[in-house]
């Protein structure tokens, strides 16, 4: 006798495919789903269903996006003059939520791992260069994670970068090393993003 119904495992399968998401958790949201109203489960499918219609990539600074270019890029008020460059998204939202960047983005969409196959063409490198050789950027604040990964992406960049005249940053103290800047809180982020150093000295 099956003690799970069909339908219920198969939710239960698929939210296990969530990252972080073990059978526990993924059977204990499925049990939630279904003790809700029918009308927030629809609703939630409808959601799903729409989300790679409706988000795009900025083609300025690779944010996922609604519309192009994405708010923040289009925003006159920001400082297009100095560029923020994070590994993903979700770094982007963090160092939003301080209130302490009034620059622009651009997202590498990951981090340099040769042992993973990931090298330079594989991330939004190209792009980064092609940004600053349009001659509009004074700043580069290299933001991506103090773990190894991160940091050998950020000393790449700036081996790199050192042939246009551009100034170079990196985010210093607050973020302790091995840290994902992701999970750090907007006062120790601010904190980092204020007190910033140049990858020069």
Known sequence: MQAVPPALERLIHDLTKLPGIGRKTATRLALYLLRSPASEARALAEDLAT???????CSGCFAFSETDPC?????ARRNHRLVCVVEQPGDLMAIEKTGSFKGVYHILHGVLSPM???GPEELKIRELYQRISRG??????????????????????????????????????????????????????????DSRRSMDE
């Open 51 to 57: 989300l790679h219609s409706s988000i795009r990539l």
């Open 71 to 75: 708010p923040i890029c289009g925003d």
């Open 116 to 118: 993973d196959g990931i």
């Open 136 to 193: 509009e950027v004074e700043e580069i604040l290299l933001a991506t994670s103090s773990t190894v990964p991160g940091e050998a992406t950020a000393s790449y960049l700036a081996d790199h970068l050192h042939r246009y005249p551009v100034r170079i940053t990196r985010l210093a103290c607050g973020i302790p090393m091995g840290m994902d800047i992701k999970y750090a809180d907007k006062y120790t982020l601010g904190q980092a993003i």
